[in-house]
């Protein structure tokens, strides 16, 4: 069995993401705006929605049909089996998204004759009318939009694949486990030197970097039931437990350190509770301190900090003696080590006085943001 499959992610990630899904076995991996497209067997398949750091989410692609109208929608739509693929029984959401030159169908009555041909074909082909309910459902059918052509697709992954599962609430900021992923991957992390992220508030960043030191698949903790691939009726869940099987088997020691800390001892133990929810608290060393006033935790390393954001949290807005006295931290107490903060991007950036190596953009929730990379030498 051969699926076809694209995985949303930030548009400057999909070269990264791209490069993940290749190293776990997909093939004909191509990217476009926002999206990598690839193609993956049955157990590269499970793999995918494991092991896949920056996806935000997997979809399988059902059927591309021409969408010149309404009425060409249905018609073509309601061929698609999905008596075959799920049961009448389950809630069906339905997303319609359209690319650039989209066409001159509405999105919404995309959606509508969507639901239509999905209602016509359990009708002829089984004789139920299936579930009209979309609360929490578990099959997602998607259409994108684009050129007079719409690609359906079934959502495999249901919830957004940031959610990994072992997040514990109560920061007001916390970032999004893929954001915090990329941020690791833009910065070449490999788990091989030391990691420390210095305002770690409920932890994301550490968390994230101990999974990729130890090698854990970073879904590991996704409960049961919580794939969209797990209500499909092709759903072979001995292959899945196999290949969560490997994955686990996967999992190698850590090589090197990874610190944590933040002046608020209420976030240091949220980030704590993170890590043992994990299973990694062992392999990170936790402190609350100021960063202003802290040695750095080892002779050289990586060091990402997700600095205070004014429009998020209950705080002052960053301003340019914040961003100095960062610069004069990096440049005094931090040669050796690769530096990175990610910051919004309307934030005075400049007063850091450093050049980046790199610098990327990416939407925290709906806030700009951008991470900047410095090598201090
Ligand atoms: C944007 S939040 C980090 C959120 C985190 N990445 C997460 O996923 O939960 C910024 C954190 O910096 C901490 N912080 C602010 N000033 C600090 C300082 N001078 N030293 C250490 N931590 C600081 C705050 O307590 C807050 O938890």
């Known amino acids: 069995m051969q699926y076809k499959l694209f995985a949303p992610c930030p548009d400057e990630l999909t070269d990264l993401l791209g490069a993940e899904i290749a190293a776990i076995g997909g093939t004909n991996v191509t990217t476009g705006y926002c999206v990598v497209y690839f193609e993956a067997d049955e157990e590269v398949y499970y793999k995918a929605h494991l092991c896949l750091r920056l996806a935000g989410r997997i979809c399988r692609v059902l059927k591309e049909i021409p969408a010149q109208s309404p009425r060409i929608i249905f018609d073509k739509a309601r061929r698609i089996r999905y008596d075959n693929l799920f049961s009448p029984d389950l809630p069906i959401s339905i997303q319609v998204a359209s690319g650039q030159r989209s066409g001159k169908v509405e999105t919404h009555l995309i959606g509508s004759k969507l639901r239509e041909a999905i209602n016509d074909c359990f009708e002829h082909h089984k004789n139920v009318k299936p579930n009209q309910s979309s609360y929490k459902a578990p099959i997602g059918i998607n259409g994108f939009y684009q050129k007079d052509r719409l690609m359906v697709s079934v959502d495999t992954s249901n919830e957004s694949l940031h959610r990994r599962g072992y997040r514990v609430e109560g920061h007001p900021a916390p970032l999004k486990e893929t954001l915090a992923a ?49 209500y499909l009726a092709d759903f072979n869940a001995s292959l899945w437990q196999s290949v969560r099987t490997k994955a686990r088997s996967a999992e190698r020691p850590m090589q090197s350190t990874i610190f944590a800390s933040d002046i608020s001892p209420d976030f240091l133990s949220l980030a704590r509770q993170t890590a043992t929810n994990a299973g990694l608290e062992s392999n990170i060393q936790f402190s609350t301190q100021d960063f202003f006033k802290s040695e750095k935790p080892a002779e050289s390393g990586l060091l990402i900090a997700n600095i205070p954001y004014g429009v998020r949290m209950d705080e002052k807005e960053i301003g340019e003696e914040y961003l100095v006295e960062m610069g004069e931290m990096f440049k005094n107490k931090y040669k050796g080590w690769r530096c990175a903060i990610l910051a919004p991007s309307d934030s005075p950036l400049k007063a850091i006085r450093l050049k980046p190596q790199k610098k990327v953009q990416f939407l925290n929730g709906t806030v700009p943001v951008k991470l900047l990379v410095f090598d201090i030498f």
């Open 182 to 230: 990329a941020c690791l991957a833009v910065c070449e992390y490999d788990g091989s030197i030391p990691f420390y992220d210095p305002m770690c508030g409920s932890g994301t960043i550490v968390v994230e970097a101990a999974q990729v030191a130890v090698n854990q698949a970073p879904l590991i903790h996704r409960e049961k039931g919580g794939f969209g691939f797990e």
